[in-house]
């Protein structure tokens, strides 16, 4: 019910980003998971920071969707703070954090 389909192919300009942390934010509950759990598991090489690969291959399979890298350049681009490509650990809790609320 309600539920809309569009016929146009979705590209990367529409892809919804907001609606993909949505359902990221969705997997770690289902999972237990905190934001700073997933980060760490995403960060494979322990630098803490997650770089375009790392967020590539995490989020996909936390997702279980395949992302591809123009859509995890996206994130990256809409996190970076402090402009190094890559998303540390206050840019990732930023991203996961509903704008709502802060606590
Ligand atoms: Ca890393
Ligand atoms: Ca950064």
Known sequence: MGVSKSGDMLNDMDWDMAGAFERLLEALKEKGMTADEAFEQLDTDDDGKLNGPELLHGLSSLLG????????????????????????????????QPSSEEE
């Open 65 to 96: 969707e395949d992302l591809d890298p123009s859509k995890v350049s996206r994130i990256i681009t809409s996190s970076d703070v402090d402009v190094d490509h890559r998303v540390d650990l206050f840019e990732w809790r930023a991203l996961l």
